[in-house]
Each structure stands twice: as C-alpha cells, then as structure tokens.
C-alpha cells in the first residue's frame, strides 16, 4: 500500500491566501505525485464538498477534502501558513491546512488511516509537533503515525476511585463523505469524557465501517448523544434515552457542553421520542447543518417537510402527465370527455387507446395530493404520520383543497403525530403506538380539522390562485416568468430551483392553463444553464480548461434533459462570471415562454417532450434565446478576466508546458 503522505506532499510556508488557492496549491503537488489525474475536475470536486458545509475547525485546522473519480490512490497533503486562511471555522483562520484525496471507490484500509489523522487531530501535543517541525520528511511521518507515543492512562476520578459507576454516553458521530470529521466527533466526545470522568462510547457511521454498539453497552447508558450531518442508521436502538442530537461539527466543537447537556437531561428524566421505526423529535441546535429537518432553523425544515413530499409527489405527475399529454397527442382535447373504457374500448381505434392513456394517466393524478400529504407527514415523523398524512390529503379533494390542501393536511398530520409520540406511554403500549394507536387518533383529528376547521378556507384560496393564474396576461406573466427563470438558474438544483420547481409541479395535480404555462416557463429556464455552458465551451473553447470542455460536451445531453445540474462543475470554477450569465439566460427564457403561452403537461423530459407542448416552436425559441444571452454573457465577461495570451489557455488546456490562466473567484 502507498504511503498517504511524503515530503513531497508537505508545505511547510504555505503562501496562498484564499481557502481555494490553498486547495490549488496543495492538489498541484499530488498531481505532480500523480495521485490525482485531473486538477481542475479535482479542484470542483473539492469546491462543492466545501459548499455542504465549512470544513474549518477550532484550533486553527482546515480539512478540504472529497472523494473523486481523478483521484488515482488515496492522498493527504499538508500546508502550514503562516498568515492563516479562512476555513469558515468561528475562531478565525486556519494555519494547519490538511488536503484529503479519496477515490470514488476508495477501500476501507486506507480511509482506517484516514480515520486516524482525524482522531490525532484532536490531540494538542500533535498538532503543536506539526506546528514545530522544520523537516518536510519529519512531518509526514509524523502524519503517518511513525513516531507513536504512550498515551497516560486516564486518571480515575473520586467517584470510579471510590467504586461507584461512572456516567455513561453512547453516541454516534456521522458526516457526508464520512472521511474526516466523524472520526474528530469521536475522538473529540472520546476525549471530553475522560477528561470529565464519564465513560463515552462512540459507534463512527463513516466510509471507514459501520460497526453497532453493543446492544448491552447501549441498554447500560444514562444518555445518547448524536453528532450527525447525515441520518443515524437504526434509530430505534436509543429508544427510551435521554438524547442529544446536534450537527457534527458541535461534536468536536464543544463536546463538554454536549456531555453537560446529556447529564441535565438525564437527571431531569427528559426521554426522547424515538419511535419504534427510528423517527425522532428531539431537536438540536443545529451546529453544523445536522442530517435533517430537526436541525435547521424553522424556514429550513418547513422547506425539507415540503420537498419530501414533493420528491414523491413527482414520479406520479410525470407518469399521469406524460399519459395524459400523449393521450391528446393522440386524439385531441376531447378525449378527456370519453366514456370509461372498461366498458367502450375498440382494439382498433385510435380514440380508444388515446382515453386508455388518459384514463390511466388521470387515475395516477388522483393520487398527487394524498402522496404529497403522506410524505410531508412522513418526512417529519415517519411512518406513523403516513395514513393521518394520506387521509389528510385525501380529504382535500374531497373538500376541493387542492394543492394547498394537500400541503396543509401534511403539515398538520406530522404535527399531531409528533405531539402524541412526545406523550409518555407504559411500556406495554409501545409496541402497538406506531401501527395502531398513532395512525387511529392522528387520522381522527386531521380528518376533523380538514373537514371542519380549515378545508373549506384553503379551497377558497386554492380558487383563487387558480383564478390568478388563468388570469395573468402581458407584463404580469412576463414579470413571473422572469422570477421563475431567476430561480431555476441562481443554484441550479439548490434551494431556490427546488422552490420554483416545486411550485410548478403542485400546480399540475390541478392543472389550468396558468399552471400549465407556469411548468413550461420552468422547465424552460431550467435547461438554459447547462446548454449555455456547452455553446460557450464549444464557441470560445481557449477560454475552458480541458475539463470544462470535456464537462460541456456532456452538458449538450443533460441541458437537453432538463437537468440544470450540468452547470454545477463550471458555477463552482467560476461564480462570479457564471451564475449571473446563466440567471440572465434563464430570465430571458422564462419571460419569452410566458408571454409565447406555451404550456406544458410534463414535469420533466426537456427536448424529447417537446411534440406534447402547447406552441412548440415558440417554446424551442425562447430556450435558444436565453441559451444565447447566457453564452454571450459568460464569454464576454470570462473574455475580459483573461490575462494570459492565448497560448498559454492552449497550453493549460492540452497540459503541455503547466501554464495557467487563472480562475478569478
């Protein structure tokens, strides 16, 4: 097995300035290891680790790392700055900067070592030997662990002295790529507990294994403790204990306080409420970002709820609104008034085939509201919200809710299921709680709610909406094709897209014409980012690094599939001059394809659905239109940061004397 780290890998008077020259500086010395095969496609890959989430730590430690598929072998470099750079850690700026590089497959021996530069990074007399050292060769070593030293046994204090048995803790660290910090969350919880005399066992959920605590060792604990930004496999296992649940960077931030906290609330007898199928209301403060909603400021949750039921709501629109666009394709709008075709159908009748496909299509658009309900509920207390959640949504078609129901009935159900999981239970019921008693009262008073209280208010509100939308003409539709062009194209696939999205796809489980116009304009914009970037590098390829080149030949395909995401590599190379171009294209866009009156069935399918678009000619030219101001834009102002002459792109982008232009940030 390669060594990790060689001399040749150690910078010792590290002089970047910025977290991506430091980034930059470091993979250029594993490229010229040949440990990584592409640095720029590395460097992006790097750029959008660091976008989840800051990899700064307190004590003046940044760990950029990733895994990526130009990664050759598994690879740690280190730089040392003297100046400090600013990892986003909340003590200030970082002197000890640690470059990871994991393969896209990248096996469990080498991540074990990794695993344990994490530990040792929590040790002060390591990081104070790296912090001395003069030798690049020393260092390594140091780094991989050739120069071990005896840990002092940790002392005893007066109560484990005197015999009585100690605090226990089990917890659980976890992060994204499973690399780096949960294994300093561990090590971090590991080390707090020795030192405040508490026995603290650590099961890692990380890309090194995943091997369970001891069912005996968690039945003996006072308190759990869960340091996330993932989601805890086998949450039912801490059933019934004290718990903690914060982001992984407060494990290895403040790990005292988090061992305090779980000492308060087990001698307050605070339990949380961990379902039998592992959902949790305990909430945390978010340090880090956490795993899911219970980690977030309110606005953020709210969003995760929505998107959860969203994402499923989805496959049904595609399937039913393909069906049913196909259907007319076939035999006109007319066909939606066809008798059942249980009763009418001719094998040799193209009409009786165009209302089989719009009748299925239909009956898979009758489930849009309830599936949206469900897995709203679902996605804020698990499975026992499912039948309040699906009874929910039901109940506002019924009540013609609509859309709005349906996301109300959702809410409303994960809220009554919550709160009755928060109800203290004995022990012989709990068993019966998740499958019977939650789902019997929390359907009963949603169906009460939506029947009663609220349902007729929202389908007042729902036909207004639908009315404003049918409604919208000229400079009012222009102007929102403009904000939902903004939004697909500002993160292409963040946030923002997820939101304009998400509210062209409800307006389809009642589909108008202002909500049909509504999903053309986004799909619309959603596809320009991508198929800008793949005429820029196509038109003006001495402007592109190799990578971007070869990334926009494959945005031609994504970008004409509707997957904005084919943009992200160049965004993440590139913001400032990308994003604004690309906003400005998809602006364009949205604004044409509302003022055209395109409108659109599907959901998804960019190009290949275009035959099943309402005004097709004028929809395809307003995405060239957007798609040609974007591309304009990002040449002219990528033309403009150029200082190198052209040579020198040229020889960046083939390799052939290591010069760069460089990447204005």
């Not at 993979?27 to 660091?50: I, Y």
Request: glycine share 12%; proline share 5%; hydrophobic share 50%.
């Amino acid at each position: 097995m390669s060594e990790l780290i060689t001399a040749e890998l150690v910078d010792l008077d590290l002089s970047a300035a910025t977290k991506d020259a430091a980034a930059r500086s470091l993979a250029e010395r594993m490229v010229a290891a040949h440990r990584v095969t592409d640095l720029d496609g590395f460097l992006a890959d790097v750029a959008a680790r660091e976008a989840q989430m800051p990899t700064g730590l307190d004590g003046g430690i940044g760990i950029p790392h990733c895994r990526s598929e130009h990664v050759s072998a598994p690879t740690l470099a280190f730089g040392r700055s003297a100046a400090g750079i600013d990892f986003g850690a909340a003590d200030g700026p970082a002197d000890l900067i640690f470059l990871i590089a994991a393969p896209a497959g990248a096996d469990d021996d080498h991540l074990t070592i990794l695993s344990a530069l994490a530990r040792r990074l929590m040790d002060p007399e390591f990081t104070a030997a790296l912090r001395a050292g003069t030798d690049p060769g020393a260092v390594a070593a140091l780094i991989r662990g050739e120069d071990p030293t005896e840990e002092p046994e940790p002392e005893e204090d007066d109560a484990t002295a005197a015999g009585s048995a100690p605090f226990r803790i089990v917890a659980v660290t976890s992060c994204p790529t499973g690399i780096a910090h949960t294994y300093m969350a561990a090590e971090s919880l590991a080390a707090a507990g020795r030192a405040e005399g508490v026995e603290v066992t650590v099961e890692t959920q990380g890309s090194a294994g995943f091997k369970k605590l001891d069912p005996a060792v968690v039945a003996a604990a006072d308190a759990v403790i869960w340091a996330h930004d993932v989601e805890v496999r086998e949450k039912g296992r801490f059933r019934g204990k004290p718990l903690v649940d914060v982001g992984v960077k407060a494990g290895i931030n403040r790990p005292a306080e988090l061992i305090a906290e779980a000492r308060r609330k087990a001698e307050r007898g605070e339990i949380a409420a961990v379902s039998e199928d592992g959902g949790s209301t305990e909430s945390g403060d978010g340090d880090g970002g956490g795993s899911g909603a219970d980690h977030a400021h309110f606005g953020v949750r709210l969003r995760t709820y929505l998107m959860s039921g969203v994402s499923y709501m989805v496959p049904f629109v595609a399937a039913g609104g393909l069906l049913i666009a196909l259907s007319f394709a076939i035999g006109g709008y007319e066909i939606a008034s066809a008798k059942s075709v249980a009763d009418h159908f001719v094998w040799g009748e193209a009409d009786s085939w165009a209302a089989l496909l719009n009748q299925i299509g239909s009956a898979a658009f009758a489930f849009l509201v309830p599936v949206l309900a469900g897995y709203i509920a679902y996605g804020m207390a698990d499975r026992p919200a499912l039948v309040p959640g699906f009874v929910g949504g039901a109940i506002a078609l019924t009540v013609n809710a609509g859309f709005l129901g349906g996301l109300v009935a959702g809410l409303l159900a994960g809220a009554v299921v919550m709160a009755i999981q928060r109800v203290p239970v004995h022990a012989t019921l709990r068993g019966i709680m998740p499958v019977l008693v939650i789902p019997l009262i929390a359907s009963a008073v949603v169906g009460f709610l939506m029947f009663i209280v609220v349902g007729k208010p929202i389908a007042s509100l729902q036909n207004a909406l639908t009315d404003w939308l049918n409604g919208l003409s000229g400079s009012n539709a222009v102007i929102l094709g403009v904000v939902l062009g903004l939004m697909m194209c500002f993160d292409m696939g963040g946030p923002l897209n997820k939101v304009a999205y998400a509210f062209a796809v409800g307006g389809l489980a009642d589909p108008t014409d202002g909500s049909l116009k509504v999903m053309a304009a986004v799909m619309a914009a959603g596809m320009v980012p991508p198929l800008a970037m793949a005429l820029a590098t196509t038109v003006r390829r001495k402007l592109f690094t190799k990578t971007e080149r070869e990334n926009g030949r494959a945005a031609w395909v994504l970008g004409a599939s509707f997957i904005t995401e084919g943009a992200i590599p160049f965004a993440a190379a590139d913001p400032l001059r990308v994003i604004p171009s690309v906003m400005a294209g998809g602006a364009v866009t949205g604004a044409l394809s509302m003022a055209f009156g395109a409108t659109l069935r599907a959901p998804h399918g960019g190009v290949f659905v275009v035959p099943l678009i309402g005004e097709p000619f004028l929809y395809l030219l307003a995405i060239a239109a957007g798609t040609l101001v974007a591309t304009a834009l990002v040449v002219l102002l990528k033309g403009a940061r150029r200082t190198a002459p052209e040579g020198a792109g040229d020889a960046e982008a083939t390799g052939s004397d290591g010069s760069r232009v460089t990447v204005a940030a």
